[in-house]
């Protein structure tokens, strides 16, 4: 499920609940370490990579809201870095952010992140439990703009993850 939740969280109402209260859909990557919520998974290397096809941002001008698809060159399927925790009811996961490099620092343009993309080449330096702090967040650098395509798009139908 994705919304990083705590392990006491038992029942979907619990769920809801607490994301309600606290959004844990993403974690910036920098503070991870530092906050209670995500530095049990971070401390124990719960790390996990989320395969998309793309992923969605907008870009804000006025109160026009502009939709971009967002993908990798090359790439018909990508992976996302993100954090896991398992509950005594389910498991959840999170997506890492990071600083936004130039061309998604002008699509999200509010508050210039980006998800932590992480390469084929280093998937399975990621999953590695050997892994050190200051190498988990090396690999949490973000994409060079190069390596990314950016599309406008029509606004995505309600409920659609893309």
Known sequence: RWGLLPRFVRTEAEAK?????????????????????????????QRCLIPVTGFYEWRHEGRQRIPYSIGVKGEDIFCL???????????????????????????????QRQPVIIPREHWEEWLSPDLSPEEVLALCEPLPEERMVAELKEKPAQGTLW
């Open 81 to 111: 870095g993100g954090l896991w925790e398992q509950g005594e009811a389910m498991d959840t996961y999170t997506v890492l952010t990071t600083h936004a490099n130039p061309l998604m620092a002008h699509i999200h343009n509010t508050k």
């Open 17 to 45: 609940e607490f994301l309600k209260k606290a959004p844990t859909f993403n974690a910036i990557s920098e503070e991870v370490a530092g906050k209670r919520t995500f530095r049990h998974a971070f401390e124990r290397g």
